[in-house]
């Protein structure tokens, strides 16, 4: 079963940008959709964001189009959020998820790494 690892996780100011990344390991060398999830205190685990096995399907929550932006680099198996005009709603610890599809990602289907905290002060 795939490993995964975030990182890039930190404190930031309401505006600021921040960029995480999930490196995957012990994982089959066949990529697999991948994606983030992220939770609140309180609330549950949204999905934020999912792109598909070699880059060319890429979707995004409401909440963060045009703000963020998810990437992969599959020679170095990691994949990347980029956070821009980040909001205190952002605040939640984010997940890196690996699976088969990006459908099954969005329901939450996939494996999981141990997460990352993103705060944004106001």
């Known amino acids: 079963q795939v490993q995964l690892v975030e990182s890039g996780g930190g404190l930031v100011q309401a505006g600021d940008s921040l960029r995480l990344s999930c490196g995957a390991s012990?994982?089959?060398?066949?990529?697999?959709?991948m994606g983030w999830f992220r939770q609140a205190p309180g609330n549950e685990r949204e999905f934020v964001a999912a792109?598909?096995?070699?880059?060319?399907?890429?979707n995004y929550a409401d909440s963060v189009k045009g703000r963020f932006t998810i990437s992969r680099d599959n020679a170095k198996k990691t994949m990347y959020l980029q956070m821009n005009s980040l909001t205190t709603a952002d605040t939640a610890v984010y997940y890196c998820?690996?699976?088969?599809?990006?459908?099954?990602?969005?329901?939450?289907?996939?494996?999981w790494g141990q997460g990352t905290q993103v705060t944004v002060s106001s």
């Open positions: 998820t690996a699976g088969p599809t990006i459908e099954s990602l969005t329901k939450g289907l996939g494996s």
């Open positions: 012990r994982g089959t060398s066949i990529p697999s959709a």
């Open positions: 792109i598909s096995a070699f880059g060319s399907l890429k």
